[in-house]
């Protein structure tokens, strides 16, 4: 399993099948499949957070009674 890490120094390719110690080998790719378990869970997270997002601009799009008129915008209005 060939892996890329990138940080300050730039990218670095690992192939972890190439790790010569059992436990430190078996700990790396418990560690990869943490790491992309996560990376689904993000995923998942933001598309479910922009949905609920766009559900909810679409509920109050007629909603008249709920917009919030602003302060400044009210004494504008007030004084013409």
Do not use: C, P, W, Y
Request: net charge negative; no cysteine.
């Amino acid at each position: 399993m060939i892996i890329t890490i990138k940080n300050k120094e730039g990218e670095t390719n690992f192939d972890i099948n190439n790790i010569s110690d059992d436990v430190v080998k078996q700990e790396a790719i418990v560690i990869v499949q943490k790491v992309g378990n996560l990376q689904v869970i993000i995923e998942a997270l933001d598309f479910a957070n922009r949905v609920h997002r766009d559900n909810l601009e679409e509920l109050l799009k007629s909603r008249d009674e709920a917009i919030l008129v602003v302060e400044e915008e009210a004494d504008k209005e007030s004084s013409e």
